[in-house]
């Protein structure tokens, strides 16, 4: 069973994004398996709250200007 985890800042994807990763890997994940493994594979997308994680000894908090924003 193909096993993919994606970790991304909370709130930096809507929920259309985060559909379109999941369908966009699978499908890649196919193209190496098979049709066969299409129901037995697993995408998952991690949100790590702000403060959550660092890069080179600072804390990571996403900038607004990257927040995703739900359409209207």
């Known amino acids: 069973m193909p096993f993919v985890n994606i ?3 909370e709130g930096a994807l ?3 994004q985060k559909e379109e990763i999941v369908h966009r890997t699978t ?3 196919i193209g190496y398996f098979s049709e066969a493994a299409r ?3 697993m995408v998952l997308i ?3 709250k702000d403060g959550g994680y660092g890069r ?4 990571y908090v996403i900038p607004d200007a990257y ?3 739900e359409a209207e």
């Open 7 to 9: 970790k991304t800042p």
């Open 67 to 69: 927040r995703a924003r």
């Open 46 to 48: 991690e949100e790590v």
């Open 39 to 41: 129901p037995h594979t």
């Open 27 to 29: 499908d890649l994940l």
């Open 56 to 59: 080179a000894d600072e804390i």
């Open 14 to 16: 809507t929920r259309a």
